[in-house]
């Protein structure tokens, strides 16, 4: 993307956060997404199991210096970050976002937020132990650019943790390919592909990965199904654990999915 073409994409990114305007069909999706996709995920336990996935991957980060990518006012594991680790800075494109973190940071030693365009070369700090990106990477279009800045931003034994949409698993791909066409934020949504997936799998190093809500997405539509609450909750429950634990491993059980996180490595860690 070019400089003067990802500036006006900034601006109305920067606008659509801090304003929270939507066209009735992301209205339509948002509610979708966060209210029974949102209600899903808390009763299977999905939102558990990914914070305490990403923890786990965290390490020991007193010796870490940080990177929170596109964090907002802070996201629901921002503060463990800058709490526990050396150093930690976060950055969003919102200075709404980024006045009320810094107001949360303030008795952290060591930890700051900045107004800043990630790819901008006005970004000058390098040398992270750690990016996190929760729902971030998705946002940037030219997937090879956004790996490049990511390398060149990691130290040598730097690793990346990410959560992202697929757009992989077919139902999701037609109602995706509806809704884009009138999607009021479709010029920074690009959910991950199979293409874009295989890009970070040939630059970096995948550890680790788990993705959710394959079989377990299912659980939305036996919800308007005349079944006990129990015996519904108990077979989304065991959708959930199959996909957690197939995604590890299957390509095809993750491209199923709707969300996949990722442990990266810089290969020159190896």
């Known amino acids: ?9 900034n601006a109305k990114q920067k606008e659509f956060y801090d304003t929270k305007q939507k066209n009735a069909a992301t209205r339509l999706w948002s509610y979708f997404r966060n209210g029974a996709l949102n209600r899903i995920k808390k009763d299977i336990g999905i939102e558990r199991d990914i914070y305490e996935l990403h923890k786990s991957w965290f390490g020991d980060l007193s010796k870490k210096k940080v990177l929170d990518l596109g964090c907002y006012a802070g996201n629901s594991l921002s503060f463990y970050l800058a709490q526990n680790s050396q150093e930690y800075l976060g950055i969003d494109l919102s200075p709404k976002g980024i006045n009320n973190l810094s107001r949360r940071l303030e008795k952290i030693p060591g930890a700051r937020a900045e107004v800043m365009d990630f790819l901008s070369e006005d970004f000058k700090e390098k040398d992270f132990d750690l990016i996190y990106a929760y729902g971030v990477l998705h946002h940037f279009k030219d997937v090879d650019e956004l790996i490049a800045k990511l390398q060149e931003k990691l130290g040598d034994t730097g ?4 959560h992202d949409p697929l757009q992989t698993s077919l139902p999701i791909k037609f109602i995706r390919s509806i809704y884009r066409p009138f999607q009021s934020d479709k010029a920074w949504e690009w959910p991950f592909s199979k293409k874009t997936y295989y890009k970070f799998e040939e630059a970096f190093e995948i550890k680790e990965r788990r993705a959710v809500l394959g079989k377990a ?9 005349p079944m006990a609450e129990e015996k519904r909750l108990k077979k989304a429950k065991a959708g959930h654990q199959e996909d957690w634990e197939k995604s590890a491993d299957s390509d095809d059980h993750m491209f199923s999915c709707m969300h996949l ?10």
């Open 1 to 9: 993307m070019k400089p003067k073409e990802r500036k006006l994409v």
């Open 159 to 162: 690793e990346i943790i990410s």
């Open 217 to 225: 997405k299912w659980s939305i539509i036996t919800g308007f199904l």
């Open 261 to 270: 996180s990722m442990q990266l490595v810089k290969k020159s860690a190896k």
